[in-house]
DNA sequence: ATTTGCATTGAAATCGAAGTCATTATTCAA
DNA sequence: TTGAATAATGACTTCGATTTCAATGCAAAT
């Protein structure tokens, strides 16, 4: 009884304030769409109805005519790196401020990406804003050929005419390093995250070459995978073969964070007094006063929205060619290294 | 040119692949479809042309008429609590494991809400999973009238039949003073979170009356807004008019452990040695060795299972009533208090 | 060989708005 | 007052699938 209510209770559509108002069912459209052609006469009687009847135009009709979903997918990967939920929260923000809607996917593993992009395809996605790092070239190129705007953040693809809105690694670890050395430390261990991410080999990388550039060679490097066991487990790694070195530094806050925590509970080592540490993205933890970590902090609201300022432009205008934005972070000098 | 070429270029429909199967387009959405009446014969060939000429089902159209979006719609709160990140994915998982899509709503303000809801209504998802705190009454009757199932997550509606899943504040908080008192703690400080939200107060007066239970009057409270900042706040804002209390019991982990850093940091107080801090939640950061909080942890992946099949099953059977899950969450007895 | 029953199939209606086009109303200048 | 230009309006088509219904095919049963 109260399921055959709930069956029959139909929903009121534009025909409905159509007929209720005198006026075609055209009308009732151009009063909901601003710019069109109508008199205030007729908008004001159709709005009045409208509410009266409760009626809501129906975002899935449109989409299926006018062809554009108002949908952004976001592909995000797990949350172990704590600058995601921030990202997430900013960019929603400046996409919802424009207009449009979040589809959020989160995938942690590879396999669901193949997964993912399918379900992509169906649901006629504007754009696309993918935080995640498993995208390869045969990823990109789907896009390309279904005409789906994307933007990658914090992936390098050198090689590729993609849309991508980066930190300066280069920049920002360069200033990390040398904010090191230039404290005395001498003896450096690198932990990176895993090889399988172009931001962790790009800061690798980096660190390593401004490291020679001081005249520090064979630098050793551990590899962990973001996390903040990985920060704990490499140091705890090194130590059991090794003496201390004078400073780490780390892919991200996250196993920055690990490293210092394991320093200083399981070894007893007084950071940034016997151990300097730097990590990377300025999380909100990283600015906690039981830590306050030296680090670099990822301009997050400023990249969120030029991601989203990117992707409009080319969802306005898909022809237009492929921009690669870097925005430059700044160096937090906490007290997690010695001046 | 390209733009011309941008334009032309033509989605693959249902006709297309009919035409060039030589079937119907009723065949075509019957291959795609399972449990349909179709040959064997019939649904590979369409398979296969359709594989041929790229062609994915469009879900718009299927929508339109089909009166399922397959989508939920998520509401969350600014990110402030950490356990919202990892609650999000789980939730996320647990929607799209069973083929539904989340589109995802952030708010800061209550404003915000009234205008999240008008989208709701016009984006016709199929259900609701509310993780924010600024949901009254009024909002609550707007589902109904919408015939949208929501489910409300730590969130109490004694009065309304909504459907929601709670963790066991009660139980969870009474397990906390006990350990506190069994450890002869006798000197106690209520951190509760803002007066609007109903966890928060919940919390805060089942501390507040357990203490009582075991003959503490009149504990003090402040109030604090969730955030790290708030507890550290509170912390001293405290200690600058009195003695440091025995214990501290704090509404939420991020709280906890701004009271916990600005204890040790800035007034240089041991703890657990000479100030015990107690959190809710189990947050990430709560296990890290830094900290090592005694709280209560959520069983954050069954409440996020529990909201997802309560609000399946009310998607399914609209008329079934509501129905209010309480899961009972796990006390970890951390490094922040004495046995 | 004919009938009955069931599984396939295609034509056509449908979902609810937007956009096109032709028609009517209005405004302003001559 | 008339005509031209512009604004407002409604009828109809469209988007791309699902679904209903009637028609067809085929196998088993008589």
Redesign the pocket.
Known sequence: MAKRNHQVR??????DVARAA?????????A??PG????????DKVMKTAKKLG????A???M????RSGMIAVIISSISNLIYPELLSRITDHLSRRGNKVLLFTLDTAEQLENILDQLWTYRVDGVIALAAHFDHKDIVQFEEHDIPVVLYNRQAPDHPVNTVNVDHAQGVRQLVNHLVKAGNRRFLVLSGPTQSDVANDRREIALEQLRNHGFNDVPVLYGDYSYESGRHCFSEWMAEHDAPDAVICSNDTMAIGCIDEARVRFGLDVPGALSVVGFDGILAAFWSGYELTTVRQPVNQMAKASVDILMERIENPDAPPEKRVLVGTLIKGKTTRN
Chains 1, 2 share one sequence.
């Open positions: 139909k929903r009121v559509t534009s025909y005198g006026v075609s069912q055209s009308a009732v459209s151009r909901f769409r069109l052609s109508i008199s205030d006469k007729t908008r009626y809501r135009p129906n899935i009709a449109r299926l005519i006018s062809k």
